[in-house]
């Protein structure tokens, strides 16, 4: 998770950057407050790394254990090797700069020619620069907006800004968003109802009945 915010972190800066050089006034002030939303995020991200090799879990357990007077000593262990395994994961710099500096930047422009493929069918004429820029920002309005269940009204809302901060018509904006409610529900529904039939075919059988007792062994 830290790492996709990272990537998205700098998709955004990405976004921004474009919007500072190519749009007009108003879209310029909209980048700007990006901006600082970037600067404010920065230090709690970096804060979040500190954090995770402070070993947090195993802090926390010893706290806890010594609250109930003893009783959660066998979580400390636990709790350790869980510390020791993202530090071990970090320590595969490799493999982490992979993900952040390929498979995540990929994933992006992938959804990029989405937004690309989306406004060309409904007439309107971007280029693949400009529907990177839209995905950039809005993946970072929907990650500052990760307390709303789906981001349901501030996605909307944040492609009528970015749509509009590059020249497309509210109802243009209106009409991506819900192509991209649609592709959501083609990927997620499917998902669920996978994970329903998943859950129902690993549940255990109910238990047989008691035999019958025989009163006549008794």
Known sequence: M?????????????????????????????????????????????LFALVQHASPFERITRVLNQITSGKLAVLIGRSAQIDQTIKLIWRRRGVVLRYLFLW???????????????????????????AVV???????????????????????????????????????????????????LLIFIPGLLAWQLAESSNRPAAPDSEPAVDLRSR
């Open 134 to 184: 839209i995905e950039s920002l809005i993946q970072a309005v929907s990650s500052a907006a990760f307390f709303v269940p789906g981001g349901l009204g501030v996605q909307e809302g944040g492609f009528v800004l970015i749509g509009g901060a590059l020249g497309l018509d509210p109802s243009m904006c209106l009409a991506l968003a819900g192509a991209r409610r649609i592709r959501d």
């Open 2 to 46: 830290q790492l996709t915010v990272i990537s998205q972190l700098l998709f955004t800066m990405v976004g921004i950057g474009f919007l500072l050089a190519h749009a007009q006034s108003g879209a310029a002030r909209f980048a700007g407050q990006l901006a600082w939303g970037v600067v404010v995020l920065t230090p709690l991200l970096v």
């Open 104 to 130: 995540q930047p990929l994933q992006c422009l992938l959804t990029s020619l989405e937004i690309w493929l989306a406004l060309y069918f409904l007439g309107a004429q971007v280029s693949l620069v400009e």
